[in-house]
Nanobody, 125 residues
């Protein structure tokens, strides 16, 4: 069964850092564009960051630029979302997703085929 799973969420104080991991079973992530999304209570899910399979180009939502980075570790079949200078408004369930489109770089959810169940990130003020 092909699936992705997130880990690394938790409770952190404002200004702190967390690193989320996205791992896969049944396929290798380096052949997919990987996106990170989040959904805060009462809000729609939004794109946070993505890394393209074709050239590892990256994209970030304006709200996280300069604070979040995304990277791959192909040897571990894992994609990381490093989150620094966290703010209470970053509180959400974070999801990773895999797109088979090697040249896609964006946050259109229909482009992503495999989705994890999410990991909770809570930032206290």
């Amino acid at each position: 069964q092909l699936q992705v799973a997130e880990s690394g969420g938790g409770l952190v104080q404002s200004g702190g850092s967390l690193r989320l991991s996205c791992s896969a079973s049944g396929f290798t992530l380096d052949r997919y564009t990987i996106g990170w999304f989040r959904q805060a209570p009462g809000k729609e899910r939004e794109g946070v960051s993505c890394i393209r399979e074709y050239d590892d180009n990256t994209k970030f939502a304006d709200s996280v630029k300069g604070r979040f980075t995304i990277s791959r570790d192909n040897a571990k079949n894992t994609v990381y979302l490093q989150m620094n200078s966290l703010k209470p408004e970053d509180t959400a369930v974070y999801y990773c997703a895999a797109s088979p489109n090697p040249v896609y770089l964006g946050f259109l959810e229909y482009e992503y085929r495999y989705w994890g169940r999410g990991t909770q990130v809570t930032v206290s003020s």
